[in-house]
């Protein structure tokens, strides 16, 4: 909305600001999902549907997640050397075509648009990419332009996928590449990345460690006199893959947040008396812990799929445990596998996951992740109605990330007028170069004598309606590492 027509409203409807001290910070927490395009998982329903289905299909999994409580989707845009989105550097996906390389029909951007509509909703958007899967399964041709194609020599197959050799240097870059042209050409608020960097080792028939076949990279890196061994290495390749990343989208977009999804646990026995099993550290080149300390993430999300009481494997010990080794103070907003209602756990389960969260706020301000999206969009065990009732029943905002953006803004004019004999509420900057530092607005209202988070509208909107049975309305901007300036208030 332009700026100039919203004037001769605060002519004739300006309030003081004196009240603003008495306007209470607004509510805060992260409460993300995932939504997945491997597989068809979550979006689209399948393969190759008219782009009008495609598109009527993501507008309704977004104002589901908007109808909900959630403030964030991380939306998967690479799941496999492919695009979820228009890509100079890879080809179209065939999740959303059907076929590999082949654009929809009419041309339209699945990015682009998921963006536009979580942001018209009041949403972050994360881009999610898979940094070195080359093919889902076996079912899908890849294109002549695919990195299998073009390079097979830098792929393997490894069980029924296909996967890129993080230790070839041309590898790696091409993940970066293709992320930092995603950050550079796009309104994202998140860059994310999950757990698959070496894949997940699988056994043979008689249950013995099959082994990812990198011999031949590896063979080079210890030619040119490289002196780490084996895993070692490989970790080293996705440590500087991580760390590329994370400074290639500070210094292209320093206000957009880089999170990462690692398996649950950094390595077995840690904390100690949580036994063995799968070590991420030696079998995955996961040194998650290295990252989180190194300051080389915004947000981090341990996929912290286990129940609460399971013995030594509970969400409650790894949580504790990893706010531990936060020595840098990033957000720790861990993934709760609400996709497991019905099998071992119930609707319960998650929102007591959400309580031990915000049980421990004075560590951490509080925030998680849904994987997937699919239980909360069909309410499976009644999941979706309960958080909405319950966990979500008043509005929050995402934490702030004073390391990303420390501005401090100045309270909006905010008036009030009745276009249409509707009430509504309308706001703008006095000085019209706050806007270039605000990228949300946060709507509070008095109900009932008490201030409660109504809602959060994008930068360009700068009118809404006036909420329901609410004496007093507060407008905060709020900047690019979601700092609030201070309130702005109109009086019914």
């Not at 080792?201 to 076949?213: C, R, V």
């Not at 947000?299 to 706010?323: A, C, E, H, N, S």
């Not at 004073?402 to 000085?431: E, F, I, N, R, Y």
Request: charged residues 20%.
């Amino acid at each position: 909305m332009c700026l100039k027509p919203l004037l001769s409203i605060f002519l004739l409807s300006v309030v003081s600001l004196h009240a603003q001290t008495s306007v209470p910070q607004p509510a805060r927490e992260l409460r993300g999902s995932w939504i997945a395009t491997v597989h068809n998982i979550n979006w689209p329903i399948e393969p190759g549907l008219p782009v009008a289905k495609q598109k009527q299909q993501l507008v309704t999994l977004i104002e589901s997640a908007a109808n909900v409580g959630l403030n964030a989707l991380i939306f998967q845009v690479r799941p496999a050397g492919d695009a979820m989105y228009a890509s100079k550097l890879e080809p179209w996906s065939p999740f959303l075509t059907g076929q590999m390389g082949v654009a929809p029909s009419p041309l339209w951007d699945p990015l682009e648009f998921a963006i536009q509509e979580a942001h018209k909703r009041g949403m972050e958007l994360h881009a999610w990419f898979n940094p070195f899967r080359a093919l889902a399964g076996e079912k899908r041709v890849p294109s002549a332009d695919h990195i299998v194609r073009r390079h097979p020599e830098w792929t393997m197959k490894y069980g029924p996928d296909t996967w890129m050799d993080p230790g070839v240097p041309e590898v790696r870059a091409q993940a970066i590449a293709v992320i930092m042209d995603v950050t550079r050409r796009y309104d994202v608020d998140g860059i994310h990345i999950d757990d698959y960097f070496y894949p997940y080792p699988l056994t043979d028939a008689a249950k013995k460690k099959i082994e990812f076949p990198d011999d031949t990279s590896f063979g080079r890196y210890k030619a040119a006199g490289g002196p780490l061994e084996l895993t070692a290495w490989r970790r080293q390749n996705v440590d500087e893959t991580v760390r590329i990343i994370y400074e290639g989208i500070k210094a292209e977009k320093r206000y957009v947040k880089f999170g990462i999804s690692p398996f649950g646990l950094w390595r077995p026995n840690f904390p100690e008396g949580t036994g063995g099993g799968l070590d991420p550290y030696e079998d995955l080149g996961a040194d998650s812990k290295k990252w989180l300390q190194s300051g080389w993430v915004d947000y981090f999300t341990p996929q912290l799929y286990w129940t609460i009481d399971r013995p030594k494997l509970g969400f409650t010990v790894y949580y504790d445990w990893w706010l531990e080794q936060n020595t840098q103070g990033r957000h720790i907003w861990p993934g709760m596998n609400t996709s497991k209602i019905g099998d071992d756990r119930n609707a319960g389960e998650i929102l007591r996951e959400m309580s031990v969260l915000r049980e421990r706020g004075l560590k951490m301000t509080p925030g998680h992740f849904h994987w997937n999206f699919g239980a909360l969009h069909k309410d499976v065990g009644k999941i979706g109605t309960y958080t909405k009732e319950r966990a979500y029943a008043t509005h929050a905002i995402p934490p702030a990330s004073p390391w990303l953006s420390q501005s401090t803004l100045p309270a909006p004019v905010v008036g009030k007028t009745v276009p249409g004999g509707k009430l509504t509420v309308a706001w703008q900057h006095s000085d019209v170069r706050w806007m270039s530092q605000t990228r949300w607005w946060v709507m509070q209202a008095q109900i009932n004598g008490k201030w409660v988070t109504w809602e959060t509208y994008f930068k360009d909107q700068l009118s809404a309606a006036w909420p329901d049975n609410a004496t007093a309305v507060a407008i905060r901007a709020a900047g690019l590492g979601w700092e609030v300036g201070e309130a702005g208030v109109v009086v019914k």
